[in-house]
C-alpha cells in the first residue's frame, strides 16, 4: 500500500467490507508495537463493545514505557522537572 502525497492511503475493499465502512465512515489509526491497526469507529456500538475495544488498545500499549526503575513519583518528577517552589529539606 503506497501513501499519497497528501498522506492518504487506499483501503482494501475486503478491509472495508469486514469492518462495514464505506462513504463516510469515520476510522482512526492506532499505533502498536507491531506498526499501526485501523479502527472503523461505529457511533453504534455498544457500550460492552466499545469496553472491550478500550480494553484491547490498553492491553496493546502495556509494556510499552520503560521508567528505567523509576517509581511512578520519580517519573512525575523526571517530567515536571525539579520543583523550586516546594521547601525540601
Do not use: C
Not at 497528501?6 to 465512515?25: A, E, F, Y
Not at 492491553?59 to 514505557?65: D, S
Not at 520503560?66 to 515536571?80: C, N, P
Amino acid at each position: 500500500m503506497r501513501v499519497t502525497t497528501k498522506g492518504q492511503v487506499t483501503i482494501p475493499k475486503q478491509i472495508r467490507d469486514h469492518l462495514g465502512i464505506g462513504p463516510g465512515s469515520e476510522v482512526e489509526f492506532v499505533a502498536t508495537n507491531e506498526g499501526a491497526r485501523l479502527v472503523a469507529v461505529n457511533e453504534n456500538v455498544s457500550e460492552e463493545e466499545a469496553s472491550r475495544r478500550f480494553k484491547d488498545v490498553l492491553a496493546g500499549m502495556a509494556g510499552t514505557l520503560d521508567l528505567g526503575g523509576m517509581t511512578a513519583d520519580d517519573y512525575i518528577e523526571w517530567l515536571r522537572g525539579p520543583r523550586e517552589d516546594l521547601d525540601v529539606d
